[in-house]
């Protein structure tokens, strides 16, 4: 969840959703620094949330869609567990 924390994150996965895309293409749509996008990039890669596809001097990232899949499960049992505790009225005592 941390990796969709950073703004920048959030939104290059947000145009990875739509197209493969290259650094140049996610440079001119963000507005943000090369370097910082290449930065971003490899986090992303490093999680598993993106693939790489090299294009002769340009590589193109695209999402992995099981990977965004078992992120939306893992919000979804989240969810369940809070609507559990919310049904419950559950809470700890203080001591």
Same mark, same amino acid.
């Given at each position: 969840? *941390? /990796? +969709?924390?950073?703004? +920048? *994150? !959030? *939104?290059i996965v947000s145009l990875l959703a739509a197209e !493969? /895309? $290259?650094? $140049?293409? /996610?440079?001119?749509e963000t507005g943000a620094r090369q370097s910082n996008i290449s930065n971003h990039l490899r986090v992303l890669r490093e999680a598993g949330l993106v693939d790489t596809e090299p294009c002769g001097r340009f590589t193109y990232y695209r999402l992995r869609p099981e990977a965004l899949e078992q992120l939306a499960a893992?919000?979804?049992e989240l969810a369940a567990a809070a609507r559990e505790v919310q049904t419950h009225q559950r809470k700890r005592p203080c001591t």
């Open positions: 969840m *941390r /990796l +969709l924390a950073d703004p +920048l *994150r !959030a *939104r !493969a /895309l $290259c650094n $140049c293409h /996610l440079v001119e893992e919000l979804g």
